[in-house]
T-cell receptor
Framework: KAGVTQTPRYLIKTRGQQVTLSCSPI?????VSWYQQTPGQGLQFLFE???????NKGNFPGRFSGRQFSNSRSEMNVSTLELGDSALYLC???????????FGNGTRLTVT | AQSVTQLGSHVSVSEGALVLLRCNYS??????LFWYVQYPNQGLQLLLK??????LVKGINGFEAEFKKSETSFHLTKPSAHMSDAAEYFC??????????FGTGTRLTIIP
């Protein structure tokens, strides 16, 4: 089986712009979670989608949003980018909780 | 709220020596516990998991962890360190369908 695929791997954006990141989960996995990883804050949970519905949400501002499609693929969007949004964004999938998460290699976002 | 504490942000051991990475959790109900490893520029890879059953869990790459309810601990061990074990290790906890909460990570360095 193919693993979790995240695109793009690297992204450079300017403050104020918006960005969309994409995640294709492992085939058959219906749950997709997003995490932000930074040196200062570590791994912070953004949100989780299951069968196209947001099931859990972290403590991030409304500029961070996501969605899941009927084929379980997911996108996350960040609007009005700030310098502090620079991070590695990790997507992970699982058949369902409490199954362990399977992570992609992430998208490294740099905001200048 | 669930939480997990990893003692020691950096651990150094000599090649061939015992590896011990500490993890304690806070929970009022039985948790699900995980250890993940992250190599540079990659996502997180599952090492092992505890959900129910046997408290001594064996994982990949020779790692194992023991769930000790009385000590609220889930320490990760490996009898003999190898140079390829150098990476960052994360302990994580979840309950049912709740999000996976990660510790702050421990960077393991192997001394030749």
């Amino acid at each position: 089986k193919a693993g979790v695929t995240q695109t793009p791997r690297y992204l450079i954006k300017t403050r104020g712009q918006q960005v969309t990141l994409s995640c294709s989960p492992i085939s058959g996995h219906r749950s997709v979670s997003w995490y932000q990883q930074t040196p200062g804050q570590g791994l912070q949970f953004l949100f989780e989608y299951f069968s196209e519905t947001q099931r859990n949400k972290g403590n991030f501002p409304g500029r961070f949003s996501g969605r899941q499609f009927s084929n379980s693929r997911s996108e996350m969007n960040v609007s009005t980018l700030e310098l502090g949004d620079s991070a590695l964004y990790l997507c992970a999938s699982s058949p369902n909780n409490p199954q362990p998460l399977h992570f992609g290699n992430g998208t490294r976002l740099t905001v200048t | 709220a669930q939480s997990v504490t990893q003692l020691g942000s950096h651990v150094s051991v000599s090649e061939g020596a015992l590896v011990l990475l500490r993890c304690n959790y806070s929970s009022s109900v039985p948790p699900y516990l995980f250890w993940y490893v992250q190599y540079p520029n990659q996502g997180l890879q599952l090492l092992l998991k505890y959900t129910t059953g046997a408290t001594l869990v064996k994982g990949i790459n020779g790692f194992e962890a023991e769930f000790k309810k009385s000590e609220t601990s889930f320490h990760l061990t490996k009898p003999s360190a190898h140079m390829s074990d150098a990476a960052e290790y994360f302990c994580a906890v979840s309950f049912g369908n709740e999000k996976l909460t990660f510790g702050t990570g421990t960077r393991l360095t192997i001394i030749p």
